[in-house]
């Protein structure tokens, strides 16, 4: 019986682990992210926050996330009301930005990142989502545009 016991409680070990580990692997509950990779100089990034959580998370700032210039890790933008904000579990929020600097200028062609920290039950976090502007033309960012850029 004793030997049953121990595989009984390797057993347990082990589920325990994996479930452990699943969960490390998925971590997103929430999210930060764009409606596109790639944009032309001038459009409209649309910038999606998502709570897949059961509980309200924090965010301290309108808007509650900042974009970077990827390759110097510059700050480009967030024009920042310092409040705090909820977001309720299984929620979203929809933010645009215009692709202007924090001196309102438009800005350059290249990769960027846009990052968002949060709090929930379990303490601090930071999220983040990359993009390129730049890359296409408008007309090319539909599926026939690129099509029809590929034959020029």
């Not at 049953?4 to 692997?25: G, I, K």
């Not at 409606?35 to 509980?55: H, M, Q, W």
């Not at 408008?138 to 850029?149: D, F, I, Y």
């Amino acid at each position: 019986m004793r030997p049953f016991v121990r595989c009984l409680v390797f057993a347990a070990l082990v589920l325990l682990a994996a479930s452990a580990f699943t969960t490390a692997l998925v971590r997103d509950e929430v999210t930060i992210t764009t409606d596109r990779e790639c944009y032309a100089l001038g459009d409209t990034v649309t910038i999606t926050v998502t709570n897949n959580l059961d509980s309200t998370i924090t965010m301290f700032s309108q808007p509650p996330w900042t974009i970077y210039e990827a390759s110097t890790d510059s700050f480009v933008c967030c024009y920042v009301y310092h409040v705090i904000i909820y977001l309720a579990g299984h929620d979203s929020l929809v933010y645009e930005w215009p692709q202007i600097d924090y001196l309102l200028n438009p800005v350059q062609a290249g990769s960027y990142y846009v990052t968002m920290g949060y709090q929930d039950p379990s303490g601090l976090h930071t999220v983040s989502d990359t993009f390129e502007v730049g890359g296409l033309s408008s007309s090319e960012q539909t599926s026939w545009g690129h099509l029809k850029s590929q034959w020029r």
